[in-house]
């Protein structure tokens, strides 16, 4: 994931030996974590408590002066990863770079211009080293100016001394505003489309259903189908931050006095798009289901879905899969009897199995370990593809955080948890950094993204339309909606 072509040219040139930056598969090792750690072969050491081997808790000043490296030492990438991810259920982003900036500089003697220049190259690389996998894997901390600030003034101090390390910040710096321009434009896209977006109800009473444009007019292929969804899902869950998974659950910790900061941690803005992107395909999937005035065309319409999720499967798409499942799933669908009727449902019937609830949704989760599997050894980036179930994810990463305190009762930092958070958490980060390889389609992205689709009423409604009310609370609903909806009696 991180590109460190620059920084290893300067290490080899040096022949300074500095830690390698696997890609994050290789982050955690089968039992949630790296066991080699830096520390003493005793079980405590400055703070930090182990066993066998394993970090397991710390105060929060030593696990920040453990992320911090010196002359003889740099924090293993695990660490690194699991303490920025994990540290702002204690503290702001902003905080802990303070603290950070800080201890480089006073016990490192950045500040102090007659200082060991010697000691200083020893040790600028390592700083640089720190700062650039903070940039590049938690780039939205740095939408906070102070957090800015303080890259900017510890860099400067880094870069004082020599040419080479004023390259070296100003590419890390650069490749930093780079990513924050691009989510910038992203946000800017998402609102775009949220503000054009309208009830297709209010579409069909200006524009006679007979021209409607229906998905299949669209793209009459369901694998070319498949295959934008799934730039649609790569695209969304690449611009989600590792850390918006730990924002989406935070709470007050115990142990800090300022009331009013917490709130504000709550930045996971791409995540819920993400989530509000499930729930608009599943809608659209119902819409699309619920418009045909015919019988026969509901039918192939349905059958059209099922083989787009088949292929969605077949990608490792699981969140389009669920989704259109889902859709095919909500009541106004799953009441057109005699649509139903005209469907060969046996492909159908594979796909709901494999994504059958039950046993804490154990198919699901063996086809996903297999198609992670697949994907560690793929020769092809379409085999590299593996996109979670999100909200079985989410819902997992909950637990975790509900299941274990973050502090243990001495007050330490229960490490032992974000061991596991990370490790989830890091798993997801390989997913999301596949590139897609099917050609883009803008005309069927721009349907996808942009059709108006039915609110809840409106698809009931479409339904009892197409297939009339079966009971009393049927046919009382139906004239209610005729009314409220159409204005119709």
Partial sequence: MLNKQWFLMWVIRRKESMPQTPPFSAMFDSSGYNRNLYHSAEDSCGGLYYHDNNLLSGSLEALIQHLVPNVDYYPDRTYIFTFLLSSRLFMHPYELMAKVCHLCVEHQRLSD???????????????LQLLTEWTETFPYDFRDERMMRNLKDLAHRIASGEETYRKNVQQMIQCLIRKLAALSQYEEVLAKISSTSTDRLTVLKTKPQSIQRDIITVCSDPYTLAQQLTHIELERLNYIGPEEFVQAFVQKDPLDNDKSCYSERKKTRNLEAYVEWFNRLSYLVATEICMPVKKKHRARMIEYFIDVARECFNIGNFNSLMAIISGMNMSPVSRLKKTWAKVK?????????????SSNFYNYRTALRGAAQRSLTAHSSREKIVIPFFSLLIKDIYFLNEGCANRLPNGHVNFEKFWELAKQVSEFMTWKQVECPFERDRKILQYLLTVSVFSEDALYLASYESEGPENHIEKDRWKSLRSSLLGRV
Wanted: proline share 11%; aromatic share 4%; hydrophobic share 30%.
């Fill in 345 to 357: 449902t046996a492909k159908f019937d594979v796909l709901e199995h494999q994504m059958d609830p």
């Fill in 113 to 127: 211009p007659s200082g060991d220049k010697n000691q200083i190259r020893k040790i600028a690389p390592k700083i």
